[in-house]
Every structure is written in C-alpha cells, then in structure tokens.
C-alpha cells in the first residue's frame, strides 16, 4: 500500500497554508473592499524582485495595517484570502528592496529560498504564495491576442484585456521530480553549476499531451539513460522559481545502466544508503536543500529501505557537514 491510500500526508515547505482563499469572493467588488477596510485586514509586501518583507530577525513574515500599507507606492493590494476572520493581502512594490521601507518598518528584506528554511510552514507558504502571484502579476501586462495593456482583476488573480475582452490567468507549470531506486540503491545526479558534491533527485517538466507518468518515464530516460518500470506519487511542492508546482514520484528501474543523453546532468549515480552517509561524512558529497521535495523524496526513500535510524543519521550529517 502507498502513502497515498496510507493517508500519509507529506509537510513539504512552501505546501501547506491554513487558509480560506475564499476564491468565490474574489470577483464580489463590494466584499472585497470591506475586508481592505476590516480592522484586522493585514498585508505582506513583495519587491520587484520577489523578496518578502520579514521581521527585523529575518524569521517570520512583517505584516502591516492598513494604515501603514495605504501610505506605500504600490499596485492594488491582491486578496489572498481569510486567516480565520482576518483578510490577508499582498502589496506589489515595483521597487527592489527599498531599505528606507524596512528601516521604518522594524523589517528586513529576505528571498524566498532563505525564507523557507527560516519561517514557519504557514508563513513560508504564504510566502510561496505570494512570490508566485506577485511574478505573474509583473511578468502579464500585455494582452498576447492584441497586445493591449491589460487591467488586474478578481482581486489580483486574473489580467483583464480592456480592448478585446480576452482575460489571462496566472501560469503555472507542471514539473516530475523523482527518486528512482534499482534493488537497494537510489539514482542522484548533478548539474555542473551545481556546488561541488551536490547530488540531487532528477526533475524535468511536463510536456503537452504528456500524463505525469510518461514524463517520469521520459525524463529519467532522457537524462541519465535508465528505463523506469513504475513509478508512485508521492507529494507536490508549490516552486514558485519562478512559477512551477513539482509534483514528486517514487520509481523503480530495469537496471542500472545508465547514459546521459541530453547533456543536462555533469554526472549521475547509483548510491546506497551507506555510500550516502560515507560520502557526507567524509565531504565529498552534499544532499539537496532540506527546503526542496527532493530532499524529502530522498529520506522517504533512506526510511522505507534502510530505516529510521539510518534516515535520520543521514539527515543530521547533510545539515552539518
């Protein structure tokens, strides 16, 4: 039996937010400017280059009242949804972390990959979140039928063209990260930008026409030459850099012949879960960030073949070393 019929529900960063996003209310004009105008209405603020305002200690979100966020040169406040009763809001800067704001604020600017080992899983997915909706707000202001300027509507989540109707909704794009094993060994590889001894899970997008399975199967084959028999979801990850949700699988291999094909990978692998631990110890060899699915793709993998003990040993040497 897998995770999924188990009911086993995996906390990766940036994935669970406890909030009401209240999608219905998004389009209701009236609704929306009583909750901007709500006592306890609060908002995050976003930079042109999708840095979040944080505490002065850099380990939580900075949220503002209204009073505060009516004084800011930004766009219109997109509704991101109710934290019980309490409407929460993001604000646009078109700045790059202006530091005067976050001196007044008591605040720092901090980006997003550092936020998520820093904040809590609420915050961080809010964070998620917001870094996601504030990019395709940025990145959409032209109308792609008749290039027109177009307008923010349903309470920031679509762009409205004014000439030709046409509306634009944010983008998100399919990508299958996957930990495959082959009799006791799993499959890691490295890109060469990477810092030396990164080894990570292989990931790749979805294409047009392709089912989630078909492109575990095609990218694995494509990067490091390995025929893939079956493969299990196991979780998603919102990653918003900028705009992909990674939708994370367990795979089984044929053998473990491996060619790299498309000149993407410096270098794949087959690692036990002892050749892992060795070569953490010894330095020769780091994990992906414990931020990332494919870290907790890997320790899924270490505790359903080696144990906890050994997942855990595993663990606590890649956060050290």
């Given at each position: 039996m897998n995770d999924a019929a188990r009911g086993t529900v995996h906390t990766n960063v940036f994935a669970p937010?406890?909030?009401?996003?209240a999608a219905e209310?998004?389009?209701?004009?009236?609704?929306i400017s009583r909750q901007l105008k709500a006592d306890n209405a609060r908002f995050m603020l976003t930079d042109a280059d999708g840095a979040l305002?944080?505490?002065?200690?850099?380990?939580?979100?900075?949220?503002?009242?209204?009073?505060?966020?009516?004084?800011?040169d930004a766009a219109q406040p997109s509704f991101l949804g109710l934290q019980g009763d309490a409407p929460r809001f993001m604000l646009r800067l078109e700045r790059a972390q202006p530091a005067e704001m976050a001196q007044a604020l008591d605040a720092?600017?901090?980006?997003?990959?550092?936020?998520?080992?820093r904040f809590n899983l609420f915050d961080a997915g809010m964070g998620a979140y917001a870094t996601a909706l504030?990019?395709?707000q940025a990145q959409t202001r032209f109308c792609t039928f008749c290039a027109a300027p177009l307008e923010q509507v349903s309470a920031g989540h679509r762009a409205r063209c004014p000439a030709c109707g046409k509306l634009h909704f944010p983008r998100t794009d399919a990508a299958v990260i996957v930990i495959v094993e082959h009799e006791?060994?799993?499959?890691?590889?490295?890109?060469?930008s990477w810092p030396a001894g990164r080894y990570s899970t292989l990931a790749g997008f979805v294409e047009p026409g392709e089912t989630l399975e078909a492109a575990v199967a095609r990218e694995i084959s494509e990067e490091a030459g390995v025929e893939v028999v079956s493969c299990r979801y196991h979780s998603s990850q919102p990653w918003p850099f900028p705009a992909s949700l990674m939708l994370g699988f367990t795979a089984t291999a044929r053998d473990r012949h491996i060619e790299r094909r498309d000149g993407e990978l410096e270098d794949a692998r087959w690692f036990t879960p002892q050749e892992l631990l060795d070569g953490i110890e010894h330095g020769q060899?780091?994990?992906?960030?414990?931020?990332?699915?494919?870290?907790?793709?890997?320790?899924?993998?270490?505790?359903e073949r080696a144990g906890e003990a050994?997942?855990?040993r595993i663990a606590e040497a890649a956060r050290t070393c």
């Open positions: 937010v406890a909030l009401d996003r209310r998004r389009d209701d004009d009236a609704w305002l944080a505490t002065a200690s850099g380990d939580a979100l900075r949220w503002i009242a209204r009073p505060q966020a009516e004084a800011l720092t600017w901090i980006g997003l990959r550092a936020a998520g080992g504030s990019h395709w006791g060994a799993c499959l890691l590889g490295r890109q060469a060899l780091a994990l992906s960030s414990p931020v990332s699915v494919s870290w907790h793709l890997i320790m899924h993998w270490l505790r050994m997942a855990r």
